[in-house]
C-alpha cells in the first residue's frame, strides 16, 4: 500500500529554518503531484504548497517566498525547505499524495494519502 512517512520537524527560533522530507513508497512517485499541508492547534488543516508531476510548484499567499517544495524522483521523496520561519508556522505538517497520474490543473484539496505528520515549532 502506499506509505508516506514525514521527517525533520522541530524546535526553531523565529527567522531560522527548517527542512521538512517526505519519503513514499508502493507505487511509481514520479507521475504524481504532492503536497505539504498544515495543522496548528485548533485551527483547520491548511494546505501550503504542491509539485506537480513535470516539477510546477504551487503556494498558498502565507509561505509564498519563503518556503519551497521539490522533489526527488530518484529517491521517492518530496521536501519542503522552510526558511524565515514565524512564530504563527507553528504547526502539525502533513505531506499528502494525488492519486491521479499526470494531473495537469493545481490540486489544493482532497489528497487520497496522507504522511502521520511532523510537529515544527518556532519560538519567538
Known amino acids: 500500500q502506499v506509505q508516506l512517512v514525514e521527517s525533520g520537524g522541530g524546535l526553531v527560533q523565529a527567522g531560522g529554518s527548517l527542512r521538512l522530507s517526505c519519503a513514499t513508497s508502493?507505487?511509481?512517485?514520479?507521475?504524481?503531484?504532492m503536497a505539504w499541508f498544515r495543522q496548528g492547534l485548533g485551527k483547520e488543516r491548511e494546505f501550503i504548497a504542491t509539485?506537480?508531476?513535470?516539477?510546477?510548484?504551487y503556494y498558498s499567499d502565507s509561505v509564498k517566498g519563503r518556503f519551497t517544495i521539490s522533489r526527488d524522483n530518484a529517491k521517492n521523496t518530496v521536501y519542503l525547505e522552510m526558511n524565515s520561519l514565524k512564530p504563527e508556522d507553528t504547526a502539525v505538517y502533513y505531506c499528502?499524495?494525488?492519486?491521479?497520474?499526470?494531473?495537469?490543473?493545481?490540486?489544493?484539496?482532497?489528497?487520497?494519502?496522507w504522511g502521520q505528520g511532523t510537529q515544527v515549532t518556532v519560538s519567538s
Open positions: 509539485i506537480n508531476w513535470k516539477s510546477g510548484t
Open positions: 499528502a499524495g494525488d492519486s491521479e497520474p499526470y494531473r495537469s490543473t493545481w490540486k489544493t484539496r482532497g489528497y487520497d494519502y
Open positions: 508502493g507505487r511509481s512517485f514520479s507521475v504524481y503531484a
